[in-house]
């Protein structure tokens, strides 16, 4: 197994790539500290390891307290004896805020879990690796980090800094023979397009999207990349193993763009099909506009049940 004798942390490890990265590690031999904000759903993905035989542990964690990401170094040294991986994969998003409307607190927040937590991993982590002569540090960044997207200027820059510094820490801790690298994932299936609806708007609406909308949705992501598959966390996972090995000791400061070629399209000048394009289009304003109309009628609901009131 390729990660036989290795400790490794993976924050935001309940669920979606984190899990999938947690899990393809305890395969592989690796011992693993499974970090993130719910207690139920760490619990879920350590059962799901120890069940094939994985050694893992948990420790809720927010990393955009400080605080809490020290905890989660001691804990992990006190439990495996050493750390030689540190998977800074707990991000947050927000999808359809323009510049002019999205508060000032949601972007600190995105900035302090995305951006700072990452820095502040590896503020704790590198102390430790240097006491073992070596370590890995995997950041998971996105595609968003090197391409513009409309309304997600925010999120871009949190992913771009993940880029950006991880080169710069690659070159500082390169004569501790500590390895820095990024994974810039590209579209990836955590959960069905139907349920990120409905984690919106309520349960409650589940009935009326899918009547509406469920026979009309494509998987609408692979129109925007050339490999016409679906991207799933263990896509993830597979180049995450490889970067914490010792197969890529002389591996350092890249960014691996797994996206099914998406940030590839340009170099080729390959023409989404006009008709796909337009369909797409019309249906994502369609879906649009419901989720819009749906969270109103949601906030007049909460209003008229006294809900919200100051």
Not at 120 to 126: I, K, L, T, W
Not at 191 to 210: M, T
Not at 234 to 245: F, K, Q
Request: charge should be neutral.
């Amino acid at each position: 197994m390729r990660l036989t004798g290795k400790v490794a942390i993976v924050t935001g490890s309940g669920r979606g790539i984190g899990a999938g990265i947690a899990k393809m590690f305890a395969r592989e031999g690796a011992q693993v500290m499974l970090a993130a904000r719910t207690e139920s759903q760490l619990e879920e993905v350590a059962g799901s390891i120890t069940k094939e035989g994985g050694s893992v542990r948990t420790i809720p964690t927010d990393v955009s307290k400080p605080e809490e990401i020290r905890r989660m170094v001691e804990e992990t040294g006190s439990a495996f004896g050493r750390l030689d991986v540190l998977v800074n994969n707990a991000g947050i998003t927000w999808f359809g805020k323009k510049v002019e409307e999205a508060p000032e607190e949601l972007y600190d927040r995105l900035m302090d879990t995305n951006l700072k937590g990452m820095w502040m991993g590896c503020h704790y982590a590198v102390p430790e690796m240097k006491k073992l002569g070596g370590g890995a540090i995997l950041n998971i960044s996105s595609v968003h980090g090197v391409m513009g997207f409309d309304q997600q200027s925010a999120y871009a820059a949190s992913k771009g800094g993940i880029i950006a510094g991880s080169r710069a820490l690659a070159v500082e801790l390169a004569p501790f023979h500590i390895r820095v690298n990024v994974i810039s994932p590209g579209a990836i299936r955590v959960k069905s397009p139907v349920d990120r609806v409905i984690q919106r708007v309520g349960e409650p609406f589940r009935a009326e999207f899918l009547a509406r909308f469920g026979d009309r949705m494509p998987n609408m992501r692979m129109i925007f990349q050339p490999l016409p598959i679906v991207g799933m966390p263990e896509d993830i996972a597979y180049c995450a193993v490889y970067l914490a090995s010792d197969e890529a000791r002389f591996v350092t400061g890249a960014n691996f763009m797994v996206d099914g070629g998406l940030t590839a399209q340009m170099a080729t000048m390959r023409e989404p099909d006009p008709e796909a394009k337009k369909t797409r289009r019309n249906l994502f304003e369609e879906i649009q506009a419901w989720i819009t109309e749906k969270e109103k009628e949601g906030e007049s609901e909460k209003v008229r049940g006294g809900e919200g009131e100051s």
